[in-house]
């Protein structure tokens, strides 16, 4: 297991941007594939990006898709989600997830950071 902590969440107006990062502690982090995932009052957790060990490989929802950007610095432990041209549709809580990379679901998350998108 792994221990998770985000930050960078905040309130923001249409258009805007915020940068999540996802700090990793506990084991190898390279070890881990990791994802970002969000949920706005009412509706059910949703993918938002994920990216591979190595950061070779990144995946986006088609929501997020040029819009949203993940990356990785296995030096530093972190994860990071840059988000751009925000719009009140991303207001969620959004969390942090890691799984090795033979597992086929996340196993440890973080507690959350909230990001509100004003129209």
């Known amino acids: 297991q792994v221990q998770l902590v985000e930050s960078g969440g905040g309130l923001v107006q249409t258009g805007g941007s915020l940068r999540l990062s996802c700090v990793v502690s506990g084991r190898t982090f390279s070890y881990y594939a990791m994802g970002w995932f969000r949920q706005a009052p009412g509706k059910e957790r949703e993918f938002v990006a994920a990216i591979s060990t190595s950061g070779s490989s990144t995946y986006a929802t088609d929501s997020v898709k040029g819009r949203f950007t993940i990356s990785r610095d296995n030096a530093k432990n972190t994860v990071a989600l840059q988000m751009n041209s925000l719009k009140p549709e991303d207001t969620a809580v959004y969390y942090c997830?890691?799984?090795?990379?033979?597992?086929?679901?996340?196993?440890?998350w973080g507690q959350g950071t909230q990001v509100t998108v004003s129209s």
């Open positions: 997830a890691a799984k090795r990379a033979y597992q086929s679901e996340y196993s440890s």
